[in-house]
């Protein structure tokens, strides 16, 4: 009887501090769940420069944990190339926990602003193992449902063989 009381106790006391840490992590995570997309444009003098109306736009999926500023630098070389880009992260949360739910919703908001912003060739410049699921699913969306869409090349930064 003693054990049976002992193992019931230490139930209640796990219980309760499991949920104390869900109410502790939730908050957290959905701070986390944020996606955003960035677009930027050419820098350079468009009137000396003739614009070619078949040049691809670039799209960059950034990797795990990093910034706005870190897809800033690479978008700012594309820009001063003359193309217009593309820039968001996948939050590391859906990369970690293997959320393709949720992988898949970001690549369909990539896909939208791809629409938005008029980018329907394509240049991805995927970072690191995020860079590389983001580029999965979007070219998977692309090739099963939007079709309109051509990507015309990619380039793998630091992503996995």
Known sequence: HFYKRLESDLFRMML???KQLNKTIRPCYS?????HIWASGPTIDQSSAP?????????LFGFAGSSPHHLAKQAAVYSSLGYNSLACILPAQHLFYYDITQVQACAQKVVEAAYK???KELVIHGMSNNGAVMYQHF????TAQYKDILIKGAVF???PG
Not at 51 to 59: G, I, Q, T
Not at 139 to 142: D, N, S
Request: glycine residues 0%.
């Open 16 to 18: 309760t501090q499991l």
């Open 31 to 35: 701070q986390l769940s944020q996606f």
């Open 51 to 59: 614009a070619e109306p078949s040049s691809p736009s670039v799209l």
């Open 117 to 119: 912003h008029n980018c």
């Open 139 to 142: 070219t998977q969306l692309v």
């Open 157 to 159: 930064d630091s992503a």
